[in-house]
């Protein structure tokens, strides 16, 4: 048991040091998905935008994005700019999930993207869109 405390005690700091990784609540992603939803809101296509910031151990840093829009075909324009937004920023979050709805049903969502920031997943792609996220 001993052993147990002593790995989880070195453990936990790292894992909250962690790129993604981190546990506590962090500002300055915060302050983005305020600032993502002011982009979107200011986008005559979009009725309606918010955001939910998560973090903790088996979260790590993440943003959700919902918004609605006036019409279907603006969805991907939506998501577009949420995820430039998010890749342009030095904010240390690395997972980002947009759902956009119709005015007319705000349950079932007409398009959605999961942005993960990592050499596996969305950066190549993300990084041929957009160069480089900036880092602090």
């Given at each position: 048991?001993?052993?147990?405390v002593?790995?989880?005690?070195?453990?936990?700091?790292?894992?909250?040091?962690?790129?993604?990784?981190?546990?506590?609540?962090?500002?300055?992603?915060?302050?983005?998905?305020?600032?993502?939803?002011?982009?979107?809101?200011?986008?005559?296509?979009?009725?309606?935008?918010?955001?939910?910031y998560?973090?903790?151990?088996?979260?790590?840093?993440?943003?959700?994005?919902?918004?609605?829009?006036?019409?279907?075909?603006?969805?991907?324009?939506?998501?577009?700019?949420?995820?430039?937004?998010?890749?342009?920023s030095?904010?240390p979050?690395?997972?980002?999930?947009?759902?956009?709805?119709?005015?007319?049903?705000?349950?079932?969502?007409?398009?959605?993207?999961?942005?993960?920031?990592?050499?596996?997943?969305?950066?190549?792609?993300m990084?041929?869109?957009?160069?480089?996220?900036?880092?602090?």
């Amino acid at each position: 048991m001993t052993r147990f405390v002593a790995l989880l005690a070195l453990l936990l700091p790292l894992l909250a040091c962690g790129k993604g990784g981190g546990v506590s609540y962090n500002q300055e992603v915060d302050d983005l998905g305020k600032h993502i939803v002011e982009v979107l809101k200011d986008d005559p296509a979009v009725k309606d935008a918010s955001y939910r910031y998560e973090h903790g151990l088996d979260r790590g840093q993440h943003l959700h994005i919902t918004g609605t829009v006036n019409d279907p075909a603006a969805a991907q324009q939506m998501i577009d700019e949420a995820a430039k937004t998010f890749w342009l920023s030095p904010a240390p979050v690395y997972h980002l999930t947009v759902k956009v709805f119709s005015p007319t049903d705000s349950t079932t969502p007409i398009a959605t993207d999961d942005i993960e920031d990592a050499n596996t997943f969305d950066r190549p792609e993300m990084e041929k869109k957009y160069g480089p996220r900036p880092t602090h």
